[in-house]
């Protein structure tokens, strides 16, 4: 079952704040996320688990909420560079399982 | 740089051809994953192979198929192609140490352009 992704598109200016959200209707081990430029190759962001560990690089927070399936990725102070589209992906029988996407554009 | 290199960069070709798409993982991975990913799609997960064997399977068709070779390096098979199956095609790799924790890191894929 693909994770749902909301919203589908953000437009911000730099500096302001976004929360990109993520559902699924399968219990959850753990929530992958990864960003993609245009024509780009998907790069990786943070992988969350059940338990509260979380594991990554960016300057970029993250929630999961195990009980309700979901998981949220907040992104403060948004910079131009923050802009592509975001992926979360779900972990379902060792297959990583993306949603949709969220397209998210900065401007200055 | 993800370390994951993948060729041809670009392919182009007619319906009902056949042509492979390769992949090298970052040295040390044993994990190779293969994704389509349509125009404004998401990335759908086709298949992944760890160290020379197939470990999940998502939605390949029958016309695809895979294989991981003793280098590690990957093929994909795409045959009778038609114009639906115009997509970039990602390959991944991860250690595969962690299993579904492994973060998994993508190379700049190969545009196939079927006519």
């Known amino acids: 079952q693909q994770p749902v992704q909301s919203p589908q598109a953000v437009i911000l200016r730099e500096g302001e704040d976004a929360v990109i959200n993520c559902s699924s209707s399968k219990a959850l081990y753990s929530v992958h996320w990864y960003r993609q430029k245009h024509g780009e190759a998907p790069v990786f962001l943070m992988i969350?688990?059940?338990?509260?560990e979380q594991k990554g690089h960016e300057k970029i927070s993250a929630s999961f909420n195990e009980k309700k399936q979901q998981s949220s990725l907040y992104l403060t102070a948004s910079q131009l560079s923050y802009s592509g589209t975001y992926f979360c992906g779900t972990e379902n029988t060792d297959k990583l399982i993306f949603g949709t996407g969220t397209r998210l554009q900065v401007f200055p | 740089d993800s370390g994951v290199t993948q060729t041809p960069k670009h392919l182009i070709t007619a319906t009902g051809q056949r042509v492979t798409l390769r992949c090298s993982p970052r040295?040390?991975?044993?994990?190779v994953y293969w994704y389509q990913q349509s125009l404004d799609q998401g990335l759908q997960f086709l298949i992944q192979y760890y160290n020379g064997e197939e470990r999940a399977k998502g939605n390949i068709l029958e016309r695809f198929s895979a294989q991981q070779f003793p280098d590690l390096h990957s093929e994909l098979n795409l045959s009778s192609l038609e114009l639906g199956d115009s997509a970039l095609y990602f390959c991944?790799?991860?250690?595969?140490?962690?299993?579904?924790?492994?973060?998994?890191?993508f190379g700049p894929g190969t545009r196939l352009t079927v006519l």
């Open positions: 991944a790799s991860s250690s595969g140490l962690a299993g579904r924790t492994d973060t998994q890191y």
């Open positions: 969350l688990l059940k338990g509260g």
């Open positions: 040295s040390g991975d044993l994990s």
